[in-house]
Each structure stands twice: as C-alpha cells, then as structure tokens.
C-alpha cells in the first residue's frame, strides 16, 4: 500500500534537547510538507521541499530544520530554540507537476515536552 | 496572500439533518479550494477539491461544495448527517504559482447529536 508513515506517534523532548520527527513516503511524490497544528490554529507551515536537496521556510520556521537528502525522506529536527514544541505535527506530500494538486497527510507525531 | 475564513468553531447538527459547513477566501489570483477532514489523533484526509471546470464539486461521503466567485466561498455540504461525520474539518486555498503551498483555515469542529 502507498501511503505516507510518521514515526514515532509520541514524542518527549526534555529541555535543551533536540528531537527528529521521522516522515517517510513511498508514493514517488516529489515534494514534501511538514506542518505544526495547535488546538484553534488550524495547520501552519514549518518547511517544505519540491526536490531532493532543495528545501524552503515556511511561515513558522524558527527553531526548526529539515533535510532532504532522499526523495522518499522529509525529517524534521525540532531544535532547543524551538521554545514552544508541544503540538501535533504532521507531514504532507505531493505530486510536484501540475496545479492544484492534493496534499496526502501521514498520521501525525504528537510531541510532549517533559 | 491569500487566506481561508471558517465561520463557526463549532456546529452542532441533528443526526440526519442538513450540515452546512462555511468557507470564505481571499486571494488575488483564482484559487484552487479544498476541503480535509481530520477525526482524532489522525491525519487529514481529503474530502473534495476544486481546481478548474465545474463549480459544483462532489466528494466522498455524499458531501459536496460549491464554489461561488462572486461570494469568494466555498460551502461544504451534505444532506443528511450521519454520526460517523463527527470530526474536524478544515478548508484550505492553494497558493496557484506552482509551489502547491496551502494555506488552511482555523477548522471547524462538526458534532452530531444522536
């Protein structure tokens, strides 16, 4: 089955710790999201790649870094100077060519400070 | 820029009534709309979208939208709500310039009563 998968499903981060969010896709999509979502915000973009190697800030993206190295792989680093990390993320992708194309959401990481 | 206007939090429908779900937009190029629905602790699933041609749009789970240029909306729609609708649902305009980035609205959290 084709589809998106985010590991893990929880994640603690202690103070002044660096965490990854894992996000993998196996549908040869080309361009990759990562999103934060707060209670009453809906969704806000942190980063995202339209190909390998080549990424751009979205509108949230102090305190955060991405890689993309592989075309299937978008990880996300939540760093300490992220000073608010507790949210639900979630990664998104989609085919690169042609407008108006839809975004396919993977399950989320939920991401607890401790 | 373009940004999305969900009226109402919340919206609290009887079990086979009329569930109607508001959307406005705002963007200086036309949009491309769409409507995710996303239950608990889950990622966003896809409901319907609309890109070009009809302005009547049908989706999965008998809900529908309409989009309406001359209001800047685009209503979500079903004739009859089933419990299994409970959910968040969240409309979203894409950025049309090819970068395939969407901008979401706050959500609007849709319960039944039995």
């Known amino acids: 089955d084709g589809g998106i998968t985010q590991s893990p499903k929880y994640l603690f981060r202690k103070e002044g710790q660096n965490v990854t969010l894992s996000c993998e896709q196996n549908?040869?999509?080309?361009?990759m999201y990562w999103y934060r979502q707060d209670p009453g915000q809906g969704l806000r973009l942190i980063y995202y790649?339209?190909?390998?190697?080549?990424?751009q800030k979205g509108d949230i993206a102090e305190g955060y870094s991405v890689s993309r190295e592989k075309k299937e792989s978008f990880p996300l680093t939540v760093t300490s100077a992220q000073k608010n990390p507790t949210a639900f993320y979630l990664c998104?992708?989609?085919?690169?060519?042609?407008?108006?194309?839809?975004?396919?959401f993977g399950p989320g990481t939920r991401l607890l400070v401790l | 820029a373009q940004s999305v206007t969900q009226l109402g939090s919340h919206v609290s429908v009887s079990e086979g009534a009329l569930v109607l779900l508001r959307c406005n937009y705002s963007?200086?190029?036309?949009?491309?709309l769409f409507w995710y629905v996303q239950y608990p602790n889950q990622g966003l699933q896809l409901l319907l979208k609309?890109?070009?041609?009809?302005?009547l749009v049908k989706g999965i789970n008998g809900f529908e939208a309409e989009f309406k240029k001359s209001e800047t909306s685009f209503h979500l729609t079903k004739p009859s709500a089933h419990m299994s609708d409970a959910a968040e649902y969240f409309c979203?305009?894409?950025?049309?310039?090819?970068?395939?980035?969407?901008?979401f609205g706050t959500g609007t959290r849709l319960t039944i009563i039995p």
């Open positions: 998104a992708s989609s085919n690169r060519q042609g407008r108006g194309e839809t975004q396919y």
């Open positions: 549908l040869n999509h080309d361009a």
């Open positions: 790649s339209q190909i390998v190697n080549d990424f």
């Open positions: 963007s200086s190029v036309p949009p491309y």
């Open positions: 609309y890109t070009t041609g009809a302005t």
């Open positions: 979203a305009v894409s950025d049309n310039f090819g970068n395939e980035k969407l901008t």
